[in-house]
């Protein structure tokens, strides 16, 4: 007696298209604001710190609230807060660029354009390489490889 296969199981298929390709179809996130990993990072210091004056006890940390930090200090690019404010006010002035795209040029601190618009393609047709080229460098100038 021949016993059937088993039937495959059907995939379930995600809710949205979001894609961040050439075109960046982002859903429900399309326009909404997004930080860069440096002020994530900025951002959960202070409300952390805030929370442990406040108590005056140790903060019960959640296991994803230190994986998180600990993350952040290894990728954040940017440490100081003078420098992370610079960031956001260079970025935020090229105002033809996504919030998206913002974001992970200030994280991932591309140093050329071509390495920009690979790793962030939807640049691909809303600046010249010398353009992006210059936004880059002035990122790369704040900086500080010590941090």
Do not use: W
């Not at 007696?1 to 179809?25: H, I, Y």
């Not at 296991?63 to 952040?72: D, G």
């Not at 992370?84 to 996504?98: G, N």
């Not at 795209?101 to 691909?124: D, F, I, M, N």
Request: hydrophobic share 35%.
């Amino acid at each position: 007696m021949a016993t059937s296969a088993p039937a495959p199981r059907v995939r379930e298929q995600p809710l949205g298209e979001e894609e961040a390709t050439t075109d960046l179809k982002l859903g429900e996130f399309q326009h909404v604001p997004s930080l860069t990993l440096s002020e994530a990072r900025l951002v959960i210091n202070v409300v952390t710190d805030n929370r442990r004056q406040k108590q005056q006890k140790d903060l019960k940390e959640t296991e994803v609230l230190v994986k998180s930090q600990e993350y952040l200090e290894v990728f954040a690019r940017f440490k100081q807060k003078e420098n992370i404010e610079a960031v956001e006010r260079i970025l935020s002035s090229h105002t033809d660029l996504e919030p998206f795209e913002r974001s992970q040029l200030g994280s991932l601190c591309c140093e050329t354009a071509e390495e920009a618009k690979t790793l962030v393609p939807s640049l691909t047709n809303k600046k010249t390489d010398m353009d992006l080229q210059e936004l880059l460098d002035e990122v790369s100038k704040l900086r500080n490889y010590v941090e």
